[in-house]
């Protein structure tokens, strides 16, 4: 189970700071991957931590900007989000892929940045 937090409204400019919290599954062993979608528009990868997050991998329209990190101690992902945009604005979810044919995505947190 992956279970999203941290979502909420900000003001353009702002900060937050996104947490999936993973559980029934050895988290330490999966690379982890942020993703966001807006309605209508295909969804977005927006960061990807590897297994020992010595390795990370940003979209261009948040690097310098989002970092992902993960807690493998606590089973926990993290993205924090600084100088958020307006087009930032979407459902944000955690991802897991086992295997080729098998993933496990959360329910997703809303991030809403206002200009």
């Known amino acids: 189970q992956l279970v999203e937090s941290g979502g909420g409204l900000v003001p353009a400019g702002g900060s937050l700071r996104l947490s999936c919290a993973a559980s029934g599954f050895t988290f330490s062993f999966y690379t982890m991957t942020w993703y966001r979608q807006v309605p209508g528009k295909d969804r977005e990868l927006v960061a990807q931590i590897t297994r020992t997050g010595d390795s990370t991998t940003y979209a261009d329209s948040v690097q310098g900007r989002f970092t992902i990190s993960r807690d493998n101690a606590k089973n926990t992902l993290y993205l924090q989000m600084n100088s958020l945009k307006p087009e930032d604005t979407a459902q944000y979810y955690c991802?897991?892929?086992?295997?080729?044919?098998?993933?496990?995505r959360g329910q997703g947190t809303q991030v809403t940045v206002s200009s």
């Open positions: 991802y897991v892929q086992f295997a080729p044919e098998y993933h496990l």
